[in-house]
């Protein structure tokens, strides 16, 4: 049995995150993904909470084929313990898929066997695109899946990520 670890940020969960947990899906018998920099949100390149963006990655998965958790888990302060911290908020899991230089670097460190997961349309499926295109009020929409779509309405999070990142323009002036 094969459990794998993937992480990210989610702000938001794209076609691309989407891309790539199928493929981890087709290789191994289960997988956790981590909500990372949980104890973020309401911030321009943070927008969403942890618990919206649990939701984002469960709705999105209904039909994935393997067993999986998604568990938010906060930043530490030290890079050096952050393995660790990780380890102590999720099942015991075999191999890492990163593409994050950072993550994968700390988890080689730790002993952990990593694969680098490749790349899906980056210039189209990136959250910072996404967030510039809710800014902008131009089309996003089709660059998530549906569940996505609907959490992000349910918490009129276009409307939040224009406050904040309004907000956060002025605290720059
Ligand atoms: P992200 O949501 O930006 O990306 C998640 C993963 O998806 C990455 O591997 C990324 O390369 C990949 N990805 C993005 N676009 C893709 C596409 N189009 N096709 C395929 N893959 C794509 O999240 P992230 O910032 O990489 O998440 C890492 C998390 O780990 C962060 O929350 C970070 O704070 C956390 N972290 C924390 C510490 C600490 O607390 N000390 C240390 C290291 C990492």
Not at 33 to 55: N, Y
Not at 99 to 125: C, D, H, M, T, W
Not at 158 to 169: G, H, K, P
Request: net charge neutral.
């Amino acid at each position: 049995m094969t459990r794998a670890f993937y992480i990210g940020r989610f702000q938001p969960y794209h076609f691309g995150h989407h891309a790539v947990i199928m493929r981890i899906a087709e290789e191994v018998d289960e997988l956790v993904i981590g909500i990372g920099s949980a104890q973020k949100s309401h911030e321009d390149t943070d927008p969403f909470t942890a618990g919206e963006r649990v939701l984002m990655v469960y709705n999105a998965l209904e039909h994935l084929p393997i067993r999986h958790y998604v568990l938010p888990i906060e930043d530490v302060r030290y890079n050096s313990i952050w393995v660790h911290h990780v380890a102590s908020r999720t099942p015991r899991f075999d191999v890492v898929y990163s593409n994050n230089p950072l993550v994968i670097q700390l988890f080689r460190e730790a002993g952990f066997s990593v694969k680098e997961s490749p790349l899906y349309v980056r210039e189209r499926y990136s959250g910072t695109e996404i967030r510039r295109r809710m800014i902008e009020g131009k089309k996003w929409e089709h660059l998530v899946p549906k569940p996505v779509v609907d959490v992000i309405k349910d918490c009129d999070g276009v409307e939040r990520l224009r406050n904040v990142s309004a907000n956060e323009s002025n605290f720059s002036l």
